[in-house]
Structure formats: structure tokens, C-alpha cells
């Protein structure tokens, strides 16, 4: 029996009343057999180099510990950070594939069409280097009035791009994903006929995130989990086209582009991710990641505008879930509702729509939520959410009871 008769019978089972952990784990299987090498050797790849790289920074305070007490020689000498021991961020080079353990570029917006429809859109490359190599692209359309939601995905061998001094250029099965110093071109072909064909303007604002108090801007310290390049274009504006019900629509909207790659393990850590664009003009990334039993370990993020970045410090941060959405196919629940408490006030953020589970399970063996969010209180908005990392605390909790 092949690996894809297995899973569509393991998936007959699961809707015929099956526990909800044997179907997670059949549906799993088959993105598992391929990714499974490939995540060993990054785990071990990582585990060498930061093992190395962590000789030159003291030991990260345990969840809970009571933090030292500053001493006058602590102003004059400055612990050497990890990410100081990497070359610094170098756009437009960077901006190109690096080979590393793991990579991706991202792209997320809100569409508007003349009629006044509006489309939620994100599409993602991932790049995976191990004792395989592959790349996968994933790509979603919801239409904000009725509610339908479109998604697709595809997995190859290798990386099916053109090499070039900077930039990128993924082409595969006739999806694109391209960039050079001028501008991106975006074209997938969706399920049911949908399509989106979009081309964005190049440069924009580059916001290089990093800590509170790092020198090197672009890097971000994950501990155990490693250490990762990340920088956004916020607002990219974007014109093109769209297909839905077969009937084509002209829109246009400001996308958000993020890039970040590095040798560091994503099957450790789950996260809550936003991108979101403010009534005044800024536009500000958070991020928290949690362990595989639920509990927070880093919470940290950016506001940026036309003037410049900050990062938020950790301290400045809370991140309050609100109401779940618990999916009727994965019976995964999901904090779709969440309030932000900022130094500049609260934010409350709530999803256009609940229903925008991702199941990757056949490509990159996880299943996420990915979807346009409003955002309220002291400044309106909107942006994305993504909740990644939750299919594995249910899986935990299932095998628990």
C-alpha cells in the first residue's frame, strides 16, 4: 500500500469516528517519512554550532529565576553576545538563499477589489537543508465576505531556483515566487480554480528585528533553539489579480514580507505571530514562543515606522489569549482572540473569520493557523496572526489522557 493510500485511509477512518490522535498521526505520516532525516541533521547541526557559539555567553536564567544584581563592572564589561560571533546582515545579499538548516520568505496581506470585496493572502516559502534537501510552498486566499477559504501546497526535491547575485526566484509546477531589487512577482494556482497572480513593488522600509539592548540588528538569540536571521518589509504595496469562482478581479493592498532563515530547530518551540498594520502609520511584529508543555519562554517584538525600529522589551509585553476556535476537521483549538498590552495602550485583535487552519501535514508535517486578523482599541488596524506549534500540544494532550 503507498504512502498516499494510507493516509486517505487513515482520514476515512478518522471521519467515521476515530480517536482525534490516530488521525493526526496517519495524516502525519507521510510528510514524516521525507522530513524526518532532514530534522535530525538540523537538530544535530545546530547542536554542534551553538554548543560552540555558547561558550562566550553565560547560561540564560531558568523560567522563574530571580535575576542578579547589577554590579558597577557590569556597565564596563558587557557580555559578548552569541550573535556577534556572525557576519551582520548585508541587504540586498542576504535577501538570497543561504543554504542554511532552515529558511523561508514569507508574504501576508489584506487584497481590496474594485467592487469592494476584500481577500486575506499568504504565501510562504520554505527551504529545508539536511540529508534532504527540499522545498516547499504553501499558499491561501480567503474571501472576507463569504467565508471560502482556498489553500495549496506543494513539496519538491532540491530548491527549483534560479541562482543570482541577490535576490530570489522559485518556480515550480507554474507557482512563482520572485524578487529582485525592484520589485517581487507572486503567481500560485489554487484549489478550485482559484488563482492570484500579484506584483509588488521593491526596496521598502527594512525593519531588522532584534533584542532589547543587542548590537546586532537582524539577529535574534532563540537559547537552546539557536539563533536566527530576521528582517520584514512591512508595506510593500501590491496590484495584480485574483480568481475566484472563476471570475477574475483586479486588487491591490500592502503586503507584508519576512525573511529569516538560520540553524535553529522549529520542532521545539511553538509560537503566536503578528504582523500588523496601525491606524497611525506603524507597524509592529510580536512574537511569543511557548515549549511543547505550554509554557511561554520569549516574548519580544518591533514597532517601526517611516522614522525608524524599536524593540520592545519583554517587560513592556503582554500577550493575553481570548476566546478559542477549535477546528472541526482537527479538532485542534486554536487562540484566535487576543489582547496586547503595549507601553503605548492595549491592542485587541480578533480573526476576520475563525476557520483558517492550515494543514500542512503532507509537506512539512504540522498543521498551523494562518489568517487576516482587525485589530481595536487605542489604534485600529489590521494584519496577520499565525499560531503555530498547537497540533503538537494537542497531540501531547492526547496521548496524556
Same mark, same amino acid.
Given at each position: 500500500?503507498?504512502? *498516499?493510500?494510507?493516509?486517505?485511509?487513515?482520514?476515512?477512518?478518522?471521519?467515521?469516528?476515530?480517536?482525534?490522535?490516530?488521525?493526526?498521526? #496517519?495524516?502525519?505520516?507521510? +510528510?514524516?517519512?521525507i522530513?524526518?532525516?532532514?530534522v535530525?541533521?538540523?537538530?544535530a547541526?545546530?547542536?554542534?554550532?551553538?554548543?560552540?557559539?555558547? @561558550?562566550?555567553e $553565560?547560561?540564560?536564567?531558568?523560567?522563574?529565576?530571580?535575576?542578579?544584581?547589577?554590579?558597577?563592572?557590569?556597565?564596563?564589561?558587557?557580555?559578548?553576545?552569541?550573535? #556577534?560571533?556572525?557576519?551582520? =546582515?548585508? =541587504?540586498?545579499? *542576504?535577501?538570497?538563499?543561504?543554504?542554511?538548516?532552515?529558511?523561508?520568505?514569507?508574504?501576508?496581506?489584506?487584497?481590496?477589489?474594485?467592487?469592494?470585496?476584500?481577500?486575506?493572502?499568504?504565501?510562504?516559502?520554505?527551504?529545508?537543508?539536511?540529508?534532504?534537501?527540499?522545498?516547499?510552498?504553501?499558499?491561501?486566499?480567503?474571501?472576507?465576505?463569504?467565508?471560502?477559504?482556498?489553500?495549496?501546497?506543494?513539496?519538491t @526535491?532540491?530548491?527549483?531556483?534560479?541562482?543570482?547575485?541577490?535576490?530570489?526566484?522559485?518556480?515550480? *509546477?507554474?507557482?512563482?515566487?520572485?524578487?529582485?531589487?525592484t520589485?517581487?512577482?507572486?503567481? @500560485?494556482?489554487?484549489?478550485?480554480?482559484?488563482?492570484?497572480?500579484l506584483? =509588488?513593488?521593491?526596496?521598502?522600509?527594512?525593519?531588522?528585528?532584534?533584542?532589547?539592548?543587542?548590537?546586532?540588528?537582524?539577529?535574534?538569540?532563540?537559547?537552546?533553539?539557536?539563533?536566527?536571521?530576521?528582517?520584514?518589509?512591512?508595506? !510593500?504595496?501590491a496590484?495584480?489579480?485574483?480568481?475566484?469562482?472563476?471570475? $477574475? =478581479?483586479?486588487v491591490?493592498?500592502?503586503?507584508?514580507?519576512?525573511?529569516?532563515?538560520?540553524?535553529?530547530?522549529?520542532?521545539?518551540?511553538?509560537?503566536? /505571530?503578528?504582523?500588523?498594520?496601525?491606524?497611525?502609520?506603524?507597524?509592529?511584529?510580536?512574537?511569543?514562543?511557548?515549549?511543547?508543555?505550554?509554557?511561554?519562554?520569549?516574548?519580544?517584538?518591533?514597532?517601526?515606522n517611516?522614522?525608524?525600529?524599536?524593540?520592545?522589551?519583554?517587560?513592556?509585553?503582554?500577550?493575553?489569549?481570548?476566546?478559542?476556535?477549535?477546528?472541526?476537521?482537527?479538532?485542534?483549538?486554536?487562540?484566535?482572540? /487576543?489582547?496586547?498590552?503595549?507601553?503605548?495602550?492595549? !491592542? *485587541?485583535?480578533?480573526?476576520?473569520?475563525?476557520?483558517?487552519?492550515?494543514?500542512?501535514?503532507?509537506?512539512? @508535517?504540522?498543521?498551523?493557523?494562518?489568517?487576516?486578523?482587525?485589530?481595536?482599541?487605542?489604534?485600529?488596524?489590521? +494584519?496577520?496572526?499565525?499560531?503555530?506549534?498547537?497540533?503538537?500540544?494537542?497531540?501531547?494532550?492526547?496521548?496524556?489522557?
Amino acid at each position: 500500500m503507498s504512502v *498516499d493510500e494510507q493516509v486517505r485511509r487513515n482520514y476515512s477512518r478518522y471521519a467515521a469516528g476515530k480517536p482525534r490522535s490516530a488521525y493526526l498521526r #496517519a495524516r502525519k505520516r507521510r +510528510g514524516l517519512l521525507i522530513f524526518f532525516a532532514t530534522v535530525v541533521v538540523i537538530a544535530a547541526a545546530s547542536y554542534f554550532i551553538f554548543d560552540y557559539l555558547a @561558550a562566550s555567553e $553565560p547560561t540564560p536564567l531558568a523560567r522563574g529565576a530571580a535575576p542578579s544584581v547589577a554590579s558597577p563592572s557590569d556597565a564596563i564589561q558587557k557580555p559578548k553576545e552569541r550573535t #556577534a560571533a556572525l557576519p551582520p =546582515l548585508n =541587504l540586498p545579499a *542576504d535577501d538570497a538563499p543561504h543554504g542554511s538548516a532552515m529558511e523561508w520568505w514569507y508574504y501576508s496581506g489584506v487584497l481590496d477589489a474594485k467592487g469592494g470585496q476584500r481577500f486575506g493572502f499568504h504565501m510562504v516559502v520554505f527551504v529545508a537543508n539536511g540529508l534532504i534537501k527540499h522545498t516547499v510552498m504553501h499558499a491561501a486566499l480567503t474571501d472576507l465576505q463569504t467565508g471560502k477559504r482556498y489553500t495549496s501546497q506543494m513539496r519538491t @526535491a532540491g530548491t527549483p531556483a534560479n541562482a543570482g547575485a541577490s535576490g530570489f526566484d522559485f518556480r515550480q *509546477d507554474g507557482w512563482q515566487v520572485t524578487e529582485t531589487p525592484t520589485s517581487h512577482k507572486l503567481h @500560485a494556482a489554487i484549489e478550485d480554480g482559484a488563482q492570484v497572480s500579484l506584483a =509588488l513593488q521593491g526596496g521598502g522600509q527594512v525593519v531588522a528585528h532584534r533584542a532589547p539592548g543587542s548590537e546586532t540588528p537582524g539577529l535574534l538569540d532563540f537559547g537552546a533553539s539557536g539563533i536566527s536571521y530576521y528582517y520584514s518589509r512591512p508595506r !510593500l504595496p501590491a496590484t495584480g489579480e485574483i480568481t475566484v469562482g472563476g471570475k $477574475p =478581479l483586479t486588487v491591490h493592498g500592502d503586503i507584508w514580507f519576512d525573511h529569516q532563515w538560520g540553524e535553529f530547530d522549529v520542532l521545539t518551540l511553538g509560537w503566536n /505571530w503578528f504582523a500588523l498594520h496601525l491606524s497611525d502609520g506603524s507597524d509592529l511584529m510580536l512574537y511569543e514562543l511557548f515549549d511543547m508543555e505550554g509554557h511561554s519562554v520569549m516574548t519580544a517584538g518591533t514597532i517601526s515606522n517611516v522614522q525608524g525600529s524599536v524593540p520592545l522589551k519583554a517587560g513592556e509585553i503582554e500577550l493575553v489569549a481570548g476566546n478559542k476556535w477549535t477546528s472541526p476537521r482537527t479538532r485542534i483549538a486554536y487562540p484566535t482572540e /487576543w489582547r496586547l498590552k503595549l507601553p503605548s495602550g492595549v !491592542l *485587541d485583535v480578533k480573526p476576520f473569520q475563525p476557520d483558517s487552519e492550515f494543514d500542512s501535514s503532507g509537506t512539512t @508535517a504540522n498543521i498551523y493557523w494562518e489568517g487576516p486578523v482587525k485589530v481595536s482599541g487605542v489604534l485600529s488596524g489590521e +494584519g496577520f496572526l499565525e499560531l503555530s506549534g498547537y497540533d503538537r500540544l494537542s497531540a501531547r494532550e492526547a496521548t496524556r489522557k
